[in-house]
Structure formats: structure tokens, C-alpha cells
């Protein structure tokens, strides 16, 4: 079994930051790409950041040069660094890993979200 769990969402006005963080746990052998994605209200569930296991990351068009994705490979955590936000970044954001356990078997994970708001 693995768990990621979400911490870090909540309120801020518009030009704040806040930090997102997702922990891995459980049967993990090793953790392949971790990303993060964001679903808004009536919209579809898109591809926020991308890292690999090496620490290459690629970015969407709307939040490049003001998110920073990173990972710390020692405690299976992936982070989100949101500056300068805007009210667009309002939704609910999701952690994504490709985990393989120590059965062999690689699947793909999400964590349960954590809600971001941006006021104006």
C-alpha cells in the first residue's frame, strides 16, 4: 500500500506565496517522476510541475518562472514553491507520483488534494 498525502493549501491574497508538500509512504521501492496537478471549479485537472528522479522538472505555460517544483529523494516528499500567485491559481491541487514497489510492480499515484485560494 502507498499513501501521498498533501499538506501546505489555504487562503492567500493575490501576489502571496505558499508552499505546497507531498509525502510518499508505505510498500515503495523507488519513485520514478513526481509532479503536481490543479483541478478548478467546472474545469479539467491539468499539469501544474514535473520532476524527475534526477531533478529535471518542466513546467506549464501559466505558472513558469513563478512555481518551483523540487524533491527531497531521502524522505520521498515532492514541494511546490508558489510565488506571486494569482486568483487563476485557485483550485484544488493534487500530487502525483510513479512509484514501483518492492514487488516490482509500478503504478501510478495520486494524493487526496489540498485546496488552494487566491482572493483579488
Known amino acids: 500500500q502507498v499513501q501521498l498525502v498533501e499538506s501546505g493549501g489555504g487562503l492567500v491574497q493575490a501576489g502571496g506565496s505558499l508552499r505546497l508538500s507531498c509525502v510518499a509512504s508505505?510498500?515503495?521501492?523507488?519513485?520514478?517522476?513526481m509532479g503536481w496537478y490543479r483541478q478548478a471549479p467546472g474545469k479539467q485537472r491539468e499539469s501544474v510541475a514535473a520532476?524527475?528522479?534526477?531533478?529535471?522538472?518542466n513546467y506549464s505555460d501559466s505558472v513558469k518562472g513563478r512555481f518551483t517544483i523540487s524533491r527531497d529523494n531521502a524522505k520521498n516528499t515532492v514541494y511546490l514553491q508558489m510565488n506571486s500567485l494569482k486568483p487563476d491559481d485557485t483550485a484544488v491541487y493534487y500530487c502525483?507520483?510513479?512509484?514501483?514497489?518492492?514487488?516490482?510492480?509500478?503504478?501510478?499515484?495520486w494524493g487526496q488534494g489540498t485546496q488552494v485560494t487566491v482572493s483579488s
Open positions: 520532476i524527475t528522479s534526477g531533478g529535471s522538472t
Open positions: 502525483n507520483a510513479d512509484i514501483r514497489d518492492w514487488s516490482g510492480r509500478r503504478n501510478d499515484y
Open positions: 508505505g510498500n515503495i521501492f523507488s519513485i520514478n517522476a
